[in-house]
């Protein structure tokens, strides 16, 4: 009786999740469909999605940031943010620790998902993983959007890993993109949204997440070669305070 009583919580706290994603998106339909129309107005969308998307759903889950920074973001510069991936909070976490506005490199698999798809596919860089053209692609819009003063994302596990998995090997895409467009590299540690709303779904459960961003890897002197290497110590760093 009592895991049916729980298993119910888990489910209702899931249901409400959805209710909170949807909901900002549904009340401010209009205004951020017209923020996307241009690639221009991608800052005051950000500020949108971040403020009043994105800090609602944390907050209305009772999942409460608390962001230790090492070494802070500068106004109107770009960077290459890192973080693993185990929780779709991980998406309104790095939302809400950023006051720079950033474009995520995502799956194009997202796309499906309703009303949050249509704009996704709008303001995201979305990639096929299985296309060689497709992972070339990102490449050059990721330079347009650097071009124009914004941040990049992506979860270099390229997924979300086992459910066993601390954390994922890294793909090399975000380190090789990084070192190209010769910008820092900003390890980020979530240390618990998988606690808090992983993707088993009789789990979960409202609390603190805690955000920890590291100091910067900075790329001006890399080369190509330099790939692997700072992709290992980027990832270093993230697992040791997983571990």
């Known amino acids: 009786m009592l895991g049916v009583i729980k298993n119910a919580g888990h489910l209702l706290y899931r249901v409400w999740f959805y209710i909170l994603v949807t909901v900002p998106i549904l009340l ?10 241009s690639e221009k107005t991608y800052p005051q969308f950000f500020w949108l999605a971040r403020n009043l998307w994105a800090r609602p759903i944390l907050y209305g889950m009772g999942c409460f940031p608390k962001i230790i920074r090492e070494q802070r973001m500068l106004k109107g510069k770009s ?3 890192v973080a693993n991936h185990t929780s779709m909070l ?3 976490l790095m939302l809400h620790l950023s006051r720079n506005p950033f474009v995520f490199v995502g799956k194009k698999e997202l796309v499906n998902i ?4 249509f704009f996704y596919k709008r303001v995201c860089i979305m990639v096929d ?3 060689v053209r497709s992972r070339t692609g990102v490449y050059r819009r990721a330079q347009r959007r650097l071009d124009q003063g914004l941040s990049i994302c992506i979860f270099p ?3 979300v890993p086992e459910e066993d998995v601390v954390l994922d090997k890294f793909k090399d895409g975000a380190f090789k993109m990084a070192i190209a467009h010769k910008i820092p ?3 980020i540690t979530f240390l618990d949204n998988k606690k808090r709303f992983s993707f088993t779904f009789y789990s979960g459960g409202p609390g603190r997440i805690r955000a920890i961003v590291h100091s910067f890897f900075e790329t001006g002197i890399l080369s190509a070669s330099d790939t692997s290497t700072l992709r290992e110590e980027v990832r270093d760093v993230i697992l040791k305070d997983l571990i």
């Open 129 to 131: 993983r299985d296309s």
């Open 157 to 159: 596990e390229g997924g």
């Open 28 to 37: 401010f339909f209009p205004f951020l469909l017209l923020l996307t129309l």
């Open 114 to 117: 309703p009303i949050f798809g």
């Open 90 to 92: 991980d998406i309104m």
């Open 79 to 81: 960077y290459m943010l």
């Open 185 to 187: 590299v900003v390890p």
